[in-house]
């Protein structure tokens, strides 16, 4: 199915808020994670932030040897699949390590525009991709919480990866009773295995709704 050209709606200050996930050096050319040309959502992230009242960053934040990282499993290597008492896990190369540069938001990302910085992955013996929940789909970061505080009902979601942390948190989101915009322009993927389309066909399912070109502020 194909993305659609342009969202639904144009943006709602009072009920819409972007969300911004893991924008960090890791994930970025260069990085311990590195996705392909993730930098090059920086500047169109900055672009989309003035549209938003409410501006979300997600920050992976692993303490050092964590579960999640193949170094931690001695003759496992990255990209393999391991089963955690959660669950299937694929193990990474260390990556956002509390405290390095690695785990620092990318240098141009804009952000004294956010209002709430949600930082997970930092229990040792639980991966988290969701900006809601952690891997064992069970523990709740709380951005559920605030959201509904706020009366926020609808996300922009942006950011990396487009097939891990940005689809969890979407369908979460959605599973969460939120409606869901992912902005594709403003996204880049790991890609691991045919892992980009098989995560925008399950978005599309849950209602996720995937736009190629940024949003307009409404009138």
Known sequence: MPAAAHPPLPIQRTTDALLVVDVQNDFCPGGGLAVANGDAVVPVINRLMPQFDEVLLTQDWHPAGHGSFASAHPGHAPFETVQMPYGAQTLWPDHCVQGTPGADFHAGLNTTAARLVIRKGFRTGIDSYSAFFENDRRTPTGLTGYLRERGLKRLFMC??????????????ARAQGFEVVVLLEACRAIDLGGSLDAALAQMRQAGVQTVTTAPACAA
């Open 159 to 172: 950011g990396l990866a487009t097939d891990y942390c940005v689809a969890y948190s979407a369908l979460d």
